[in-house]
């Protein structure tokens, strides 16, 4: 099975920035695409930005603008750029594949927490 390891959250302010990091197993990033979710407290994942392996980007209107998607297949590694951070922003974040219709085992996730 393919393992995928999250990193990179952190306590920031609002309006402060992060960069998350997601390593997986194999080249799994070398299909077609992957993504990024959000688990806010007390809520259900939401995929909050996706790229599709010929490199076009999808992102959910509450991060749009805010947030970046990008990948290094060569290393297995998917990042997601994250600025002008909300408080809302705060939860969980995960990666994984959003095109498959089963998706990898998920990870343990990155905590990411924003003040104001």
């Known amino acids: 099975q393919v393992q995928l390891v999250e990193s990179g959250g952190g306590l920031v302010q609002a309006g402060g920035s992060l960069r998350l990091s997601c390593v997986a197993s194999d080249s799994i990033f070398n299909g077609i695409g992957m993504g990024w979710y959000h688990q806010a407290p007390g809520k259900q994942r939401e995929l909050v930005a996706a790229?599709?392996?010929?490199?076009?980007?999808n992102y959910a209107d509450s991060v749009k603008d805010r947030f970046t998607i990008s990948r290094d297949s060569a290393k297995n590694t998917v990042y997601l750029q994250m600025s002008s951070l909300k408080p809302e922003d705060t939860g969980v974040y995960y990666c994984?594949?959003?095109?498959?219709?089963?998706?990898?085992?998920w990870g343990q996730g990155t905590q990411v927490t924003v003040s104001s």
């Open positions: 790229m599709t392996s010929g490199g076009a980007t």
């Open positions: 994984n594949d959003p095109f498959l219709e089963r998706p990898h085992s």
